[in-house]
């Protein structure tokens, strides 16, 4: 996920530096000695931002663009200080600090060009927390509320059609979630829990790749429960749209060994 996300980041960082920068970098033993600084001219601490980016320094990258904002705010560095700042603690897997820095650089240019990039990296931000299914999922959501409004209002930008190929692997994400409740359900007999879930998965998450298995397990759900003219639909619709998977083979099983 990450190595693909930088690509468009570094494209960012090189047109970041087109304009000459002037002065050197001043370099410390320490993170508090390379950010005290007192009034130092806008040209020096940009590149000793740009420099500790360069060389893997994540979290000291950030401070000093942030220190690049505060010392000069009204100058157009600022504003290149911002998403680089926001850049940098995404690096850093500091996804907080880089969902502010983002969210402050949309708030005070919410018209400008390179805000299609803040949004994008607000929703990398998000995505790159998604844990495993046996998580509460919140933030799961939020990356695919982030890619969506990433969508709406870019949507053709190559950001937006990276965020295409995300809100896919959240969905199946989000489908996978239900199916290990929907799972849950069913191995303790609570076969009327489980129907809602794998219908969820069904009804909301229709072409992720836990489809086929949803239908299945509804026909064992329906089954269980003595609806077997729902079981009847659930391998029909299985069998018309999945008719060589290994699911229906087990739905076809099932819906054989219990006759009408």
């Not at 320094?57 to 200080?81: C, G, I, M, N, T």
């Not at 969902?99 to 919410?110: G, K, T, V, Y």
């Not at 998000?126 to 959501?141: C, F, G, H, L, S």
């Not at 290990?180 to 489980?194: D, K, M, V």
Request: net charge positive; glycine share 4%; aromatic share 10%.
């Amino acid at each position: 996920m990450r190595n693909s996300a930088l690509k468009p980041i570094a494209l960012l960082i090189g047109v970041a530096l087109i304009a000459p920068l002037a002065g050197c970098a001043r370099t410390s033993a320490s993170t508090k000695a390379d950010t005290n600084y007192v009034a130092s001219d806008v040209n020096t601490l940009y590149t000793a931002a740009k420099d500790r980016l360069d060389r893997g320094q994540y979290k000291l990258a950030a401070a000093l663009f942030d220190e690049v904002e505060r010392q000069h705010p009204y100058s157009p560095w600022a504003r290149r200080a911002q998403l680089m700042s926001a850049f940098s603690y995404y690096a850093a897997k500091e996804y907080n600090d880089s969902i502010q820095s983002a969210q402050r650089f949309l708030a005070i240019h919410p018209g400008n060009k390179d805000a299609s990039y803040a949004y994008y990296l607000i929703a990398l931000d998000y995505y790159e927390q998604i844990t495993d299914v046996t998580r509460d999922q919140k933030i799961t959501q939020q990356a695919l509320s982030s890619l969506g409004e990433l969508i709406r209002r870019y949507p053709d930008t190559r950001y937006a059609a990276d965020a295409r190929l995300k809100v896919d692997l959240v969905n199946d994400h989000l489908a996978g979630k239900e199916m290990e409740i929907g799972r849950f359900y069913q191995r303790r007999s609570q076969w009327l829990a489980s129907v809602v879930r794998f219908r969820a998965v069904v009804d909301d998450y229709e072409t992720t790749t836990h489809a086929p298995e949803a239908l299945m397990r509804l026909t064992e759900s329906y089954l269980a429960l003595g609806m077997r003219d729902e079981a009847k639909k659930s391998a029909s619709v299985l069998g018309t749209n999945y008719p060589g998977t290994k699911w229906y083979e087990r739905a076809y099983e099932l819906m054989e060994r219990n006759p009408a």
